[in-house]
């Protein structure tokens, strides 16, 4: 027996207790294809169903919430150096944040490197707040008892951005150099499963038990990626970020998870987002 | 103290249409905390909605009620540029007022 079908028997058997990506399910629904077409029209039913309650929420989501406590946040003297982020440069001038976030990831001359919304807003809560960069990597992500203060700055600086096209630009050299080391990781086979970015999210019509996987290498549905995030996820009724989201693909995949704000997740939001260009972005939004 | 409320406000056809985000945990009081113990009830009891000081809805909620609600609900005879107030008064005596003009 190969390697590749002992592996095949292991996710088969896992099946029923852990998130299986469709590569596997497809190949055991492919012995009864009346099953598939059965689970595939309930799947578009309960997709259609979501959908339609997404709607219903878009223009009340509690994102709308967290949006204002990050709008106080943003404008309050806070830290060791008891400073406002309101001097805080998102790549369009200081203070400036209309249509920062759809432009991000970029390069900033002062840091010498590309960054992600996220990661550029931890620069300046470190650089003009005297925040530590340590601390605030200590828990970044949202939990029943907290919602991080980066989590909550991105949601008000995302929300500056509503209904604009995305532009992420591409003319520093180093923008284009991480776009390719993006695209590098997201290809990267690795880890006890052997996975990569694009195992699931490199061919359309992938699934994760009801959850539709977007294709993120096709034009047209790489604004999945940034559509939605940051998120109010009405499963605990926690607000995420794509920080949050990016290492959580990271531990499905069973790989060591990624540091917080770190060049590698810049690396993957460049080349998806810049896929993505030229969509329009809604704002933060609602996730099951 | 609590966060504000999002209250949007919109005047059509004789009617106004009045869509209010609460920002509120609503602890149902039927949950664990990861050590196994009963996490208290917290919840909104009674919410009440005024037009220029006569009330135009006012609920009972309780413990069923989702995390971070929303409430839509039309009243007639409401005009453009009056206010409406929205208040909630939760299971611990806790309570928050929040006004918004109509548009």
Known sequence: MNRRSIKLKVVVALAGLAVVCAAHAQKKEAAAPSKKAAASATRDAVTTEFEKFRELMEDASPAELFEARGEALWKAKRGPKNASLEQCDLGLGPGVLKGAYVQMPRYFADADRVMDAERRIVHCMVTL????????????????????????????????????????PQKHAKEREIFGIGREIYNFRAGPWDFSCASCHGEDGKRIRTQELPNFTSKEQA????????????????????????????RQQRFPEPGYVSETLTALLTYVGANANGHVYKGPGIKR | MADPMRIRAVARDGAVNVKVLVAHEMETGQRKDASGKLVPPHFISNVRATYQGKVVLSAQWGPAVAKNPFLEFTFKGGRKGDKIVVTWEDSKGESRTDESTIN
């Open chain 1, 129 to 168: 707040q005297g925040f530590k960069a340590e601390d605030l990597a200590k828990q970044p992500f949202s939990s029943e008892s907290r919602t991080p203060d980066p989590v909550l700055l991105v949601t008000y600086v995302a929300g500056q951005s509503r209904g604009m096209k995305i532009a992420i």
């Open chain 1, 223 to 250: 604004i999945r990626a940034f559509q939605g995030w940051p998120g109010y996820r009405m499963t605990g009724g926690l607000m995420h970020t794509l920080q949050w989201r990016l290492n959580d693909c990271f």
